[in-house]
């Protein structure tokens, strides 16, 4: 039966609620970033420092590729894989999208103290959140227009989303 794949911006909660989603259903869960980080060797922050991001998404199509190819399980895919129209149709085959939306204040808070997103590398306060917002303007249509589901996050706890992607695993 078809995936659950999870898009959404970073720090929406796609590994965290995706992976307590997946014990609630009982199926395997699968994060792309983790299979372009095993492909490559090393971690995202590492590929983007050495090679940058063209060769990251590069690794990330070929993660989708292989996380595509699975069958019940629910998929959490990095933050960026909208912008592949190639990575979403490959998705789409034998998948349900739910996009995780939340606000720019919601995700910022959820991104306070991480450093692991090279792209959001060295920022903090004010700043951290005015990428966040020019990012999330560019990229919100794409998740959108994706999503065969929207839930939004933004006042949900990690373990309220993961039960309702729970709920929509089992009715898939
Ligand atoms: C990215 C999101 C990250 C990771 C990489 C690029 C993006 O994944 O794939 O740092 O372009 O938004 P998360 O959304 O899991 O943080």
Do not use: H, W
């Amino acid at each position: 039966m078809k995936n659950i794949v999870l898009i959404g911006f970073m720090g929406c909660g796609k590994s965290f609620a995706g992976a307590l989603a997946a014990e609630l259903a009982g199926c395997q869960f699968i994060e792309t970033d983790a299979l372009a980080e095993d492909v490559a060797g090393m971690s995202i922050p590492c590929i983007f420092e050495k090679f940058g991001e063209i060769f990251f998404r590069e690794m990330e199509r070929a993660a989708v590729g292989a996380a595509a190819a699975e069958t019940d399980c629910i998929i959490a895919t990095g933050g960026g894989v909208v912008k592949s129209a190639e990575s979403i149709s490959l998705l789409r085959k034998n998948s349900v999208i739910v996009y995780l939306k939340a606000t720019a204040e919601r995700l910022c808070e959820n991104l306070m103290d991480d450093d692991s997103r090279p792209l959001l590398d060295g920022l903090s306060g004010a700043d951290k959140l005015a990428r966040i917002k020019e990012m999330l303007d560019e990229r919100g249509g794409l998740y959108e227009a994706s999503a065969d589901v929207i839930i939004d996050v933004t006042d949900l706890t990690f373990e309220e989303a993961a039960a309702e992607i729970a709920r929509i695993y089992g009715e898939r």
